[in-house]
């Protein structure tokens, strides 16, 4: 594509910042009255931003793919900005936007289940509208369940810290302190993925009250397993009747995670190892006849702790270079395996790179970084996270339906860069929407 022919096509895209609240506007236009009706734990006679303005700086902080909350006030500093944000937020603003400070505080005390709630509340709608339906494999929504690491180093922040001693015991003994959140997006197809539960690894957030007076030898940390019995029943409670399909890794290849799946009607699909649950690998290789499509193999209802487990393989084979790569993957799964199914099985097991490529990979190195600790306060750290999680699924949204259907082709950084720049430019009539001039509210 020549020079001539990109700045064409870029061209149709007038306004980025517009043209992303129009999608968000499309999928969820009730975003920012939602932010106004989160409970406020400010005391109201000394506020001076509402909460929709606190909740809604944020958000187009993430969308912009500000890192942090010094640059975010630095950058939003221009009076164009300022009253744009105003506009799209529906908000009254004097002559600036919230400062970093009174950010992370109000932040400190908003409680995260607040936020967790609306993004729960912004997948419920997603689903309700059935815009995507074609997504769901065997009538049953993909979600996809993974960790991943938000801070690490040697102080420790805050008190729910997880930590890992080296050289334990002698002179040369260090402390790495980490936060950890075990995630759940739902797939949409077209590589979006949308947070739909995510839950803390947190030291003692288990066990707490018994755990008080033990040494540090004695303290069983948090883990991934625990997080997901707690996520799990969130999960349920959030969307009793939802029909799910787990997919997962090698760590969730375990009896208790089938017996959780089996509790709430959900099935699954783990990636396996050998080494996970060996009595299963073994049955398998005992079996002489195993039924075969194509690369893949597979047997059904091998007897394991009271569940019917069945195992698939399958080697892909890719020509790189003139030679032939092959790759093998595993995965046990709750769903009779048959000759028509087999395949699909296989390609629906492999989405779950989707949550680290969509998912985490966007939000550390390509939108944002959310290893970035823009608080080391536990609930505002938790906020800041929750929060990318909105901004970032709508810009997937933007990026999906604007530049993609446009045909405009950007690098990632550029994307973020393109946002924020058009966030001060002055509005014209063809810019603002029917949706924008609504009356403002104090919420």
């Known amino acids: 594509m020549g020079r001539a022919e990109i700045r064409a096509k870029r061209a149709l895209e007038k306004n980025p910042i517009e043209a992303c609240n129009e999608v968000q506007k499309r999928f969820y236009p009730g975003l920012f009255n939602r932010f106004g009706q989160i409970a406020d734990p400010r ?10 303005t606190m909740l809604g700086q944020i958000y187009y902080k993430g969308v912009a793919g500000i890192i942090s909350m010094q640059d975010m ?11 744009n944000m105003a506009t799209f937020m529906g908000v009254e603003l004097n002559e600036y936007l919230p400062h970093h400070v009174t950010e992370n505080d109000y932040l400190k005390r908003l409680n995260p289940n607040e936020l967790q709630d609306t993004i729960q509340d912004i997948v419920y709608d997603l689903i309700r509208r059935k815009s995507f339906n074609e997504a769901k494999f065997m009538g049953k929504w993909i979600v996809i369940i993974d960790g991943t690491q938000l801070y690490s180093g040697n102080r420790k922040i805050n008190d729910k810290c997880l930590e890992r001693h080296y050289n334990r015991g002698t002179e040369q003994e260090t402390v790495n302190y980490h936060v950890d959140v075990l995630e759940a997006k739902i797939y949409f197809g077209s ?3 949308c947070s739909i539960c995510s839950e803390f690894i947190e030291n003692n957030s288990e066990d707490a009250e018994k755990q008080k007076n033990m040494n540090e030898k004695e303290r069983k940390q948090d883990c991934e397993i625990k997080a997901f019995k707690r996520m799990s029943e969130k999960l349920k409670k959030a969307f009793p ?3 799910i399909l787990l997919l997962m890794d090698s760590l969730y290849a375990s009896k208790t995670v089938m017996d959780i799946c ?10 396996f190892k050998d080494g996970s649950i060996p009595y299963i690998a073994k049955e398998y290789d005992d079996i002489p006849e195993k039924e075969q499509v194509g690369n893949a193999e597979y047997i059904n209802e091998i007897d394991y702790e009271g569940h019917k487990v069945n195992l698939l393989k399958y080697r892909e084979e890719i020509v ?3 030679e032939v790569k092959v790759t093998s993957f595993q995965w046990i799964t709750n769903i009779e395996i048959t000759k028509k199914k087999v395949l699909k099985i296989a390609r629906t097991g492999r989405l779950r790179w989707k949550i680290e490529n969509e998912g985490f990979n ?4 390509w939108q944002a970084d959310i290893t970035h600790a823009c608080s080391w306060n536990e609930w505002a750290l938790k906020n800041h996270y929750l929060m990318q999680q909105i901004s970032d699924f709508m810009k997937q949204l933007y990026e999906h339906h604007v530049l993609k259907k446009l ?3 950007k690098k990632q950084k550029n994307i973020s860069s393109d946002l924020l720049a058009s966030l001060a430019r002055q509005l014209t009539g063809e810019d603002i929407f029917r949706s924008d001039t609504q009356s403002v509210s104090t919420n």
Do not use: C, M
Request: glycine share 6%.
């Open 43 to 52: 005391h109201q006679s000394y506020i001076t931003y509402t909460g929709k």
């Open 73 to 83: 006030t630095d950058l939003f500093s221009n009076p164009q900005v300022v009253e």
């Open 191 to 193: 590589g979006l993925v």
């Open 241 to 243: 009747r939802l029909p």
């Open 262 to 271: 089996k509790k709430y009607k959900w099935d699954y699909i783990i990636r």
């Open 320 to 322: 790189e270079k003139r």
């Open 362 to 365: 966007r939000q550390k190195n």
């Open 407 to 409: 045909g405009i082709k």
